[in-house]
């Protein structure tokens, strides 16, 4: 099965910060590409299958272009008998790099054909999409599969003036029996006549679908009431293909707090922030993650309230660059989980059952804080109304200890709170435990 298209974009530089779209992008008429609606997927569990150094950045050359033996270009052979392969880069007279500041001339002195073999899973799909462009003008070269030394089927011609990059892409589904899979790169005719002058190639993939795992982590695994935390959002793409329109969802627990606009990020730029306050839902989208990429995203947070196992939802929304029709989606993972305790009042002292107390007097009294409404003597911070507790730490239910009625509880995130005395029956199936948040 084969299915390709074209899409014809105007070059544009690529700045250091993200990029969303400011690029005009013209589509001409796909050929019977992907007609399924928009729908979320889950996570592919094939075994990947990518292409290497599909953007001729390794190695980097010195010059604005090179001429290079085969086995100095990583993943990229020729069927050329001199076995050269041609790179250039920024600065070769009428032409930026598509994507990074290298790409690949398609023949460096004879007619030939540039591929890669790939291993490959028979019944699998992959897909497919390259970079091309004319060097004096209008080159053309066809992009061909099938297994090494075998016949070569034509997926699509590319023909491109030397003004802008074309993109070409379409689905494969791997053969019965072909284990390995050739993706070649055929120059058909150039501007000038000679077939070893043109083609541009840069920007190529041939893989299974990207797969996002998105993972969260605390720069300290316990902070007070009104303390600081950093939640590190860290995000990698371990599939085949390029992930683009990475969206993020960090749901925040009411425990802790976030000031809008100030994530920061470390390798790339997050864009198209928001942050909902009355969910506690914070989004934004960060840049296309080719192969093995990743993003670093750092989430300022403050403690609210006192709790323990404290951890944010984290997802993903996403699909393959250029095949917007299917999206993906990747549920986040916490490497810990954050404790919050009280934080320590100011001039404290314990509590004593022969000391006069007025409004406003705080003491601890079995490891919680409370303040005094009005005077008292004698009268138990734990037993009488006088007494008001302060940022109360309610501790892990354990099935050997034994509760007090009143004492709190917390359970799988859950606060229960004992109706008498209880030891051993579990919260949230024994009717003396009264759930409370």
């Known amino acids: 099965m084969r299915k390709k298209t074209k899409i014809n974009i105007a070059l544009a530089t690529a700045s250091a910060g993200l990029l969303l779209s400011s690029t005009g992008i013209g589509t001409s008429t796909p050929i019977n590409v992907l007609a399924q609606t928009n729908t979320v997927s889950s996570q592919a569990n094939s075994k990947v299958i990518a292409l290497e150094n599909g953007d001729f950045e390794n190695p980097r050359i010195g010059s604005n272009h090179s001429i290079l033996e085969q086995q100095s270009v990583p993943g990229w052979n020729t069927t050329?008998?001199?076995?050269?392969?041609?790179?250039?880069?920024?600065?070769?007279?009428?032409?930026?790099?598509?994507s990074g500041t290298q790409w690949a001339e398609l023949n460096a002195y004879t007619n030939s054909a540039l591929y890669q073999d790939v291993a490959t899973t028979p019944g699998i799909k992959v897909r497919w999409q390259a970079a091309h462009k004319g060097r004096i003008g209008t080159d053309t070269a066809v992009v061909e599969f099938g297994a090494p030394n075998g016949v070569m089927v034509q997926q699509s011609e590319m023909k491109d003036g030397n003004s802008s990059w074309g993109v070409y892409k379409g689905e494969y589904i791997?053969?019965?029996g072909q284990t390995t899979t050739?993706?070649?790169?055929?120059?058909?005719?150039?501007?000038?006549?000679?077939?070893?002058?043109?083609?541009?190639?840069?920007?190529?993939?041939?893989?299974?679908?990207?797969?996002?795992?998105?993972?969260?982590?605390?720069?300290?695994?316990?902070?007070?009431?009104?303390?600081?935390?950093?939640?590190?959002?860290?995000?990698?793409?371990?599939?085949?293909m390029a992930a683009a329109n990475n969206k993020i969802t960090v749901k925040l627990p009411t425990h802790l707090t976030y000031t809008?606009?100030?994530?920061?990020?470390?390798?790339?730029?997050?864009?198209?922030?928001?942050?909902?306050?009355s969910t506690q839902e914070l989004t934004f989208e960060v840049k296309t993650l080719i192969r093995d990429?990743?993003?670093d995203i750092k989430i300022p947070l403050k403690g609210a309230s006192v709790a323990s196992f404290v951890t944010p939802n984290t997802s993903a929304t996403y699909n393959d660059q250029n095949f917007d029709d299917d999206t993906y989606s990747a549920?986040?993972?916490?490497?810990?989980?954050?404790?919050?305790?009280?934080?320590?009042?100011?001039?404290w002292s314990d509590w004593s059952p022969t000391k006069i107390y007025v409004a406003g007097d705080i003491v601890k009294y079995n490891n919680k804080y409370y303040t005094a409404k009005w005077w008292t003597l004698g009268d138990n911070p734990n037993e009488s109304a006088v007494w008001q507790i302060m940022n109360e730490w309610i501790?892990?239910?354990?099935?050997?200890?034994?509760?007090?009625?009143?004492?709190?509880?917390?359970?799988?995130?859950?606060?229960?709170?004992?109706?008498?005395?209880?030891?051993?029956?579990?919260?949230?199936k024994s009717a003396i435990w009264l759930l409370v948040q």
Request: net charge negative.
């Open 80 to 98: 050329a008998s001199d076995e050269k392969i041609e790179l250039q880069r920024n600065g070769f007279p009428g032409t930026t790099a598509f």
């Open 174 to 176: 791997i053969p019965e």
């Open 182 to 240: 050739r993706f070649q790169f055929r120059a058909v005719s150039t501007a000038n006549g000679n077939i070893s002058v043109g083609n541009y190639l840069d920007d190529i993939q041939f893989g299974t679908q990207s797969i996002l795992q998105v993972t969260g982590s605390f720069s300290t695994n316990s902070i007070e009431v009104n303390q600081d935390v950093d939640y590190n959002v860290h995000v990698t793409n371990e599939g085949g």
């Open 260 to 277: 809008p606009g100030t994530l920061s990020t470390e390798n790339v730029v997050a864009s198209t922030e928001k942050y909902d306050s």
């Open 293 to 295: 990429a990743t993003a």
């Open 331 to 347: 549920t986040g993972t916490n490497e810990d989980s954050l404790t919050i305790t009280p934080g320590t009042p100011a001039n």
């Open 395 to 428: 501790e892990e239910w354990h099935p050997l200890k034994g509760y007090n009625g009143g004492e709190k509880v917390l359970y799988e995130g859950k606060i229960y709170q004992a109706k008498w005395w209880i030891q051993g029956e579990q919260p949230g």
